[in-house]
Nanobody, 119 residues
Framework: VQLQASGGGSAQPGGSLRLSCAAS????????MGWYRQPPGKQRELVAV???????SYADSVKGRFTISRDNAKNTVYLQMNSLKPEDTAVYYC??????????????WGQGTQVTVSS
């Protein structure tokens, strides 16, 4: 499985950005897909994840500002980030937990995309 993320970049406080991540490959189905982030000097943390069935979890710090969505047919996940704050500055990583048809589960990470929020 390969995860290809796009989007990110720079924004001013209060602005918006959108991230996308597509999972490619064969012989698997996606169980959970979403986003984590690693702020400078800090550990990686969950931002938002969504199961194929539609169950969503958000970090408290982004609730009401970020929206995760998925296109299951395309194995693609999106993160709409509104009302951005400087503390949202981080490298954002796409994550997918997949199940191969042979029964094995596997965690996969994208390459990371930088989001910088500053005035």
């Amino acid at each position: 499985v390969q995860l290809q993320a796009s989007g990110g970049g720079s924004a001013q406080p209060g602005g918006s950005l959108r991230l996308s991540c597509a999972a490619s490959g064969s012989g698997f189905s996606v169980i959970v897909m979403g986003w984590y982030r690693q702020p400078p000097g800090k550990q990686r943390e969950l931002v938002a994840v969504m199961t194929t069935g539609g169950t969503i979890s958000y970090a408290d710090s982004v609730k009401g500002r970020f929206t995760i969505s998925r296109d299951n047919a395309k194995n693609t996940v999106y993160l709409q980030m509104n009302s951005l704050k400087p503390e949202d500055t981080a490298v954002y990583y796409c994550h997918a937990l997949v199940k191969y048809y042979g029964g094995r589960n596997e965690n996969n990470w994208g390459q990371g995309t930088q989001v910088t929020v500053s005035s």
